[in-house]
């Protein structure tokens, strides 16, 4: 569903991603792990068709985003890291223009909305204004509007950000949920939060990929090593060298 | 989230959702451009304030000349416009960069022009709404005598086509900034441009600047919207005009694409 070969993204001299693949199939979470700037977020631009990429290729359900970046944004549900919404409007009136804006027939939009709104307990906030509403209901907003066409595949740039930890709790259930059948990738950099729903990590560094690996198996190699997840990680970001 | 109610069946992947047809996506661009207008009262004040205004520059003359027809309020408009058409257009994109939703935008499946045509279109409604507000002075002239109706309607035509072009212009120089004051006063400039290059002491002070190359006459001949809009208030539909108006629009909404293209790089 999701395939990522060989791609890097130059901004002048400074190379943010660096030679990058990776494949994600449906029914798999995976969590992107690094430190700020270690080039998550602008790989995940690129999966969304919002920036171009400098080299290599990316493919979404099948179809490329550079020669085909509109089906591309049709099976992709997409929430960026600042999560910028339209603060001006209402909750269910954004909900109904994100909808239409892809598409989605006046019956399946009032299906989809309605589904979308009760899996992100947007019912109390439905009716004011998103410059009204707290910023762990704008996450969830943007979680709704992410979900509301029903997409394979899943990017979410630090969903859990200012979200209170009850909230992160019920989003992992939310997100374990929305499993099946569906590519899901979500970036952070917080290491429990990403190892307690993902089947594989996939850790990145000044842009590069340091490794795509198993939870189960990075957790052996902590125990092989007489290390703790935090440690093992640290050590492979510190050495540099890719693991698979 | 709520994990709460989970025992309803989850959709599956299936049934994505097909694109949203040309004029669809048109549609719910426009829909939300115009609602946001009126949420921010923007529409309001510029629809009275307009309407307040071109209405008073009218009578003012209207008394002083009693004549039966429209010349002078049509002869205010080039002079109105460049103020009032960038407060339309100074937040279209310049906001949309600011907040950063122009990445929620343009990520959805829509084209970038698609998304440009539809923001002009509501900032088109607008000047639209604006426009009907000057109305009652043509129910007014029918009912104070018998004024030309085929040249009020020409010279409606041309204000359209004149407002459509400082609309495209202000709408690209929004999509060049992310602070809606300078996009305010670089659009007002431009606009300006013209409308200025379209005076004739503009073009004599131009042309004694450089006599050979006749600098005002070419662009009063070539860029200035004046001569244009001035066949229409005459009752003249010329293609020229049309073509000059119509084509200088469609270019700047196309350069607008290009540009917010640019933005993602």
């Known amino acids: 569903m999701i395939e990522v070969d060989n791609v890097t993204r130059r901004f002048g001299k400074v190379v943010a991603v660096d030679q990058v693949s990776f494949r994600i199939g449906p029914g798999e979470i995976v969590g992107f792990l690094g430190p700020n700037g270690a080039g998550k977020s602008t790989l995940l631009k690129m999966m969304c068709t919002w920036l171009p990429l400098s080299s290599g290729r990316i493919r979404i359900a099948g179809d490329d985003v550079q020669q085909n970046p509109l089906a591309v944004r049709r099976s992709l549900g997409y929430l960026p890291e600042h999560n910028a919404l339209y603060e001006g409007m209402k909750v269910d009136r954004f909900l109904r223009f994100m909808g239409r804006a892809r598409g989605l027939p006046a019956g399946r939009l009032k299906e989809r909305m309605q589904w979308s709104v009760s899996k992100c307990g947007l019912e109390p906030v439905l009716g004011k204004r998103i410059q009204e509403c707290s910023k762990g209901f704008r996450q969830r907003i943007g979680v709704a509007a992410a979900l509301l066409h029903d997409p394979p595949v899943i990017l979410l740039d630090e969903p859990t950000h200012g979200l209170d930890p009850l909230q992160v709790v019920a989003f992992r259930e939310f997100i374990l949920q929305l499993r099946e059948g569906r590519a899901i990738l979500f970036s952070s950099h917080i290491l429990a939060e990403v190892t307690s729903i993902s089947d594989r990590l996939l850790i990145i560094h000044q842009g590069r990929l340091l490794a795509d690996i198993g939870v189960d198996r990075l957790r052996e190699r902590a125990l092989e090593r007489g290390q703790d997840l935090e440690q093992c990680v640290l050590e492979i970001v510190r050495a540099g060298e890719c693991v698979a | ?265």
């Not at chain 2, 048109?26 to 923007?42: N, P, T, W």
């Not at chain 2, 002491?201 to 001035?230: K, R």
């Open chain 2, 1 to 265: 989230m709520s994990p709460a109610g989970t025992q309803r069946s989850l959709p599956g992947a299936s049934g994505s959702p097909g694109f949203p047809s040309f004029l669809e996506g048109l549609r719910v661009v426009a829909g939300r451009e115009v609602a946001a207008y009126f949420d921010s009262k923007i529409a309001y004040v510029f629809v009275i304030a307009f309407v307040v205004l071109a209405n008073w520059l009218f009578m003012s003359r209207f008394f002083l000349t009693g004549l039966v027809d429209m010349t002078a309020f049509f002869d205010s408009m080039p002079l109105l416009l460049p103020f009032f058409i960038p407060a339309v257009t100074m937040r279209l994109w310049a906001e949309e960069r600011k907040s950063r939703t122009i990445e929620l935008l343009l990520t959805l499946p829509i084209r970038t022009f698609q998304a440009v045509l539809g923001k002009f279109l509501a900032a088109f409604l607008l000047f639209g709404l604006a426009l009907l507000g000057t109305l009652p002075i043509v129910v007014m002239l029918v009912w104070l005598g018998d004024p030309d109706l085929g040249l009020i309607a020409s010279g409606y035509l041309g204000l359209l086509l004149m407002g459509a072009l400082f609309l495209s212009a202000g709408m690209l120089i929004s999509a060049l900034s992310c602070d809606q004051i300078v996009t305010f006063v670089v659009s007002s400039l431009v606009c300006l441009l013209f409308v200025g290059t379209g005076n004739e002491w503009a073009v004599a002070l131009l042309d004694g600047l450089s006599p050979s190359l006749s600098a005002g006459t070419f662009l009063y001949e070539s860029f200035s919207v004046i001569p244009h809009y001035d066949a229409f208030v005459r009752g003249l539909i010329g293609l020229s005009a049309l073509i000059h108006m119509l084509g200088l629009s469609l270019l700047f909404l196309w350069i607008t694409a290009q540009i917010l293209e640019r933005v993602r790089e």
